[in-house]
């Protein structure tokens, strides 16, 4: 019996700032050596994967199942992922069934069902 759906998605790291910090100045001398290049990120999730990740939710909010993410952009889950010949995101794991890439919302729910009813004939009686 499937209890939980698993869905690996990636956050990105974009610079939304960079600056150079103030050289220190001891009174005598102003030490430029001593500043340094400062750059503010910001992460976010690609639409495919927030938009795979919200679909995968309302069906495991349906069926009563769980959600585990797995974040590929830390080292831990990436390893994780490529032991799973996981390589790019969105994937969304269904017990044994896989399912991979960029695909409609209404595609993706149908691939769901699928996957769901799958694993369900395959449970012994």
Do not use: W
């Not at 959600?67 to 990436?78: A, T, W």
């Amino acid at each position: 019996m499937i209890d939980k759906i698993e869905v690996y998605v990636r956050k990105e790291k974009t610079i939304v700032g960079q600056y150079t910090s103030e050289p220190i100045f001891d009174g005598v001398i102003k030490h430029d050596c001593l500043s340094k290049k400062v750059m503010e990120y910001e992460t976010a999730m690609p639409e495919a994967d927030r938009e795979a990740l919200r679909i995968v939710n309302e069906f495991a909010e349906k069926k009563g199942l769980r959600v585990e993410v797995h974040d590929v952009s830390r080292l831990k889950e990436r390893l994780n992922a490529a032991r799973k010949g996981i390589g790019k995101t969105p994937v969304i794991l269904v017990g044994k069934n896989r399912i991979e890439g960029e695909s409609a919302p209404e595609l993706l729910e149908s691939k769901l069902r699928t996957c769901f009813a799958k694993q369900i004939t395959r449970a012994p009686t």
